[in-house]
């Protein structure tokens, strides 16, 4: 696998100057916040301030916030951003009201600051086991195509990271070790049964169609945001177990995101973006929590690199480094400063 490219290094950036050590030269602002549709929106210059950005530049709908290594790229109208090339998807669009720009005040607070600030997520570090999910299992095959069963790849997947992060001094506990069949709740309960500090990492591989590929990642829902892809219902408004870790969610599928697909290289797939759903096992696990979709094996290239014990390999060492560096960024404590 190449880690040549400029998106890989620009990942690699990202995860070292951010989530490792933190970003460090935070400014004291005042923030701007708007209403606009019956929410709260922060404008773009006091996030420019308060994270230190140097410049703000604007060419069309398309704005980009610079720093010391962190390029921050939005569009008016458009829920995606990137943060030095890694995809996040947004609640809601950016706006611009009379001369002022914004992000809602949900993403700034639930996505934007836990990865630009990972040091300041409460007790995120105090943890020691991982739990790996193998998505599917037994009878319950899920997605299936001419080389292979998803239930397989997760599998193998999940035991190559037990094996990386063992090394590495980690419990590791896998929710199924062979192919065997689980319920959700069943992955759910031997979670919450730990008595100690954890993290929790579903592997799946997708499925849409030869087209659809590339690489994402799944963080909780936060409260009154919809699952992706859908409106927002009344029951969205409801707390679930794992809103409590929203912060550290996001962190952390921000760390595995970006290191597996620099594990992967630029060149063999495609970033989806990190998103925002109701799974199952997201909302009852009551440690942090994530879903990782490592490819599509829908899709006819996709499809044969998985059958590549190199490429498994890929994927499980950049869950392994990512919950290495994760535990560091977190673990990292700060004076408090104002959130936003």
Known sequence: MTHSSTLTKRLSQLFTLVLFFGYAAVAQAQWDIMQYGGREYVSLDSVKKFYNFQTYKRSGNQIMLEGKNLVFKLRIGDQESTL????????????????????????????????MRPSYIANAGNFHTVVIDAGHGGRDAGAVNAYNTEKAYNLRVAQEVQKLLTAKGFRVILTRSSDVYLTLQQRVDLANSLKESAIFISIHFNSGGRSARGIETFTLSPQGVAHYGSGVKPSDHNARNGNINDSANVALATAVHSQVLRNIGANNTFDRGIKRAR?????????????????????????????????????????????????SAVSYRKPATRRP
């Open 84 to 115: 030095n090339g890694v995809k996040f998807v947004f609640t809601y669009p950016v706006i611009e009201s009379g001369a002022r720009t914004a992000i809602s005040r949900i993403d700034l607070t639930k996505l934007i600051d836990p990865v």
């Open 279 to 327: 799974f199952s096992v997201l909302t009852g696990v009551r440690h942090p929590a994530i879903l990782l979709e490592g490819g599509f094996m829908s899709h006819p290239y996709e499809a044969r690199l998985m059958e590549n014990p190199k490429y498994i390999t890929a994927v499980a060492r950049g869950v392994a480094n990512a919950v290495v560096l994760y535990k």
